[in-house]
């Protein structure tokens, strides 16, 4: 196992790049730390395939290095660079029992039989699949057959990562979160290095210690669950995560002070705003709330999601969301919004300001 590094990394699939936008991923450094659970995500054609293909090696990059410890193995090909990866669809040999297809990595790399064997119930005790291994895998069902691309992964003793590319896309819905937090359980015992890649905000969050949030080909903010809900980096984060996604609103600075249209908005960041164009406030619905005095906005709509209610509030063509709990009070018609000082930031660019 090794932590992985990606230096400088660039990628175009044109002959000519010539600026950002021909670009499928533009500047990338991350550090991937060595047995970490990490998940890549972001909403389609954001470039999280071209990464993956990058690490294990079926893509060269335009431009940077991918390192392996402190190896170099950008010009590695795939079967070189030890990893495992479990995709969209299982794949299975059919025609082979479950034991023959656990069995299969490590036979093929010479292992003696008798640590084959011990290693195979190993991992076969792990993903729950003991009860099935002298049948044959085209008997199992999706998940059945997903299990054993995942412990043919962790059956390596080799592996530096094990990467997953939409693993539950062919999950029967009812069974998606029982694979999820076996992935997260068996995460924790093996300690391998993860990278979980989905557009699917619930998977991430309930995998990843730390998630990487990319979107045009740029990472905008790698953070743990809870920070890309307190302090998202970039309003697309604000917004991409959390349901509903976070407020974000057009505003001025001035004195150090932020202003929406004309009535102030304290928020934690907006005294250290000197540039005063391109200024937006962002803040989660869990921190809105009515009072007695604020913005002045209009009652629009109010959803039941549960132990809260979602209230949709309008100022003209703005939308402003707040949750309210079960048992509080919603007012009809015009109302004023207050929002937590410490949750309410300004961005620059769609960039938190700092
Ligand atoms: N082989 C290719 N040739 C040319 N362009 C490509 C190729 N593969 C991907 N692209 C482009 O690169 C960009 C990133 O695509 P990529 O498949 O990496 O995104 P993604 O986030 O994995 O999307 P999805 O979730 O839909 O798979 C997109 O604009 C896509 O059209």
Avoid at 85 to 90: A, C, K, L, R, Y
Wanted: glycine letters at 8%; one cysteine or more.
């Amino acid at each position: 196992m090794a932590k992985i590094t990606l230096k400088g990394l660039r990628h175009s699939y044109k002959p000519d790049p010539q600026e950002d936008a021909d670009y499928a991923l533009q500047q990338l450094d991350v550090d991937w730390e060595d047995g970490g659970a990490y998940a890549l995500l972001g909403p389609s054609g954001c470039g999280k395939t071209t990464l993956l293909n990058i690490i294990s090696g079926l893509l060269t990059p335009s431009h940077g290095q991918v390192i392996f410890g402190d190896k170099d193995v950008t010009q590695l090909p795939p079967d070189q660079r030890h990893i495992a990866q479990v995709f969209q669809f299982p794949v299975v040999y059919d025609t082979m029992t479950v034991y023959d297809n656990l069995a299969f990595p490590l036979r093929n790399r010479g292992v003696p039989e008798a640590e084959v064997d011990k290693r195979v119930r190993e991992i076969a005790e792990m993903i729950d699949l003991t009860a099935t291994l002298d049948n044959r895998a085209s008997g199992l069902t999706a998940d059945g057959k997903q299990k054993i691309s995942l412990g043919r992964g962790l059956v390596r003793t080799d592996v530096n990562v094990i990467m997953f590319d939409e693993p539950l896309t062919v999950i029967d819905p009812h069974l998606k979160w029982q694979l999820r937090s076996k992935l997260k359980e068996l995460h924790q015992r093996v300690r391998t290095t993860m990278i979980y890649v989905t557009h699917d905000q619930t998977e991430a969050l309930t995998f990843a210690d730390k998630v990487v949030v990319m979107k045009d080909g740029q990472v905008v903010q790698i953070g743990t669950p809870v920070e890309l809900f307190e302090r998202p980096q970039h309003t697309f984060v604000g917004h991409f995560i959390g349901s509903p996604g976070m407020n974000v609103m057009p505003c001025e600075v001035r004195g150090g002070k932020a202003f929406y249209q004309d009535t102030e908005i304290s928020s934690w960041n907006a005294a250290s705003c000197t540039d005063a164009s391109d200024l937006e406030l962002g803040v989660r619905p869990e921190f809105v709330e009515f009072g007695p005095t604020g913005v002045p906005v209009e009652v629009a709509k109010v959803s039941d999601a549960g132990r809260f209610r979602i209230v949709d509030t309008r100022k003209g063509d703005q939308s402003i969301k707040l949750l309210v709990p079960e048992g509080g009070e919603i007012p009809e018609g015009n109302a004023f919004l207050q929002f937590a000082q410490d949750h309410t930031q300004v961005y620059r660019d769609g960039w938190l300001m700092s």
